[in-house]
């Protein structure tokens, strides 16, 4: 099974920034898309950012131009960058991995697999 751990999440004041980070188990090279995604009290879990293994990304409209994910191939591991974060962005932050998983010469699945979150919360 792949492993995700992730790290960085705290207590911040309106405006701060947070860089969390996910360590994946296993090389980057076997996933083909990683994900933050974030869920409050109450909320649906929503895609904030996502990272495909070609480098191609895509952002929730609200974090756009505040938020970066980004990749490390060497150290297996993701990060989120959250800079001016607002009181709305609180929530529980989770990594999830596609694995690529192969069951042929020719052929292979995907696979989820989630981090067990970090707590981000923005409060005066």
């Known amino acids: 099974q792949v492993q995700l751990v992730e790290s960085g999440g705290g207590l911040v004041q309106p405006g701060g920034s947070l860089r969390l980070s996910c360590v994946v188990s296993?090389?980057?090279?076997?996933?083909?898309?990683m994900g933050w995604y974030r869920q409050a009290p109450g909320k649906e879990r929503e895609l904030v950012a996502e990272i495909d293994i070609a480098g191609v990304t895509d952002y929730l409209n609200s974090v756009k131009g505040r938020f970066t994910i980004s990749k490390d191939n060497a150290k297996n591991t993701v990060y989120l960058q959250m800079n001016n974060l607002k009181p709305a962005d609180s929530a529980v932050y989770y990594c999830?991995?596609?694995?690529?998983?192969?069951?042929?010469?020719?052929?292979?699945?995907?696979?989820?697999?989630w981090g067990q979150g970090t707590q981000v919360t923005v409060s005066s």
């Open positions: 999830k991995a596609d694995h690529i998983r192969p069951i042929s010469e020719t052929d292979y699945e995907i696979d989820d697999y």
């Open positions: 296993e090389s980057l090279f076997n996933i083909e898309r």
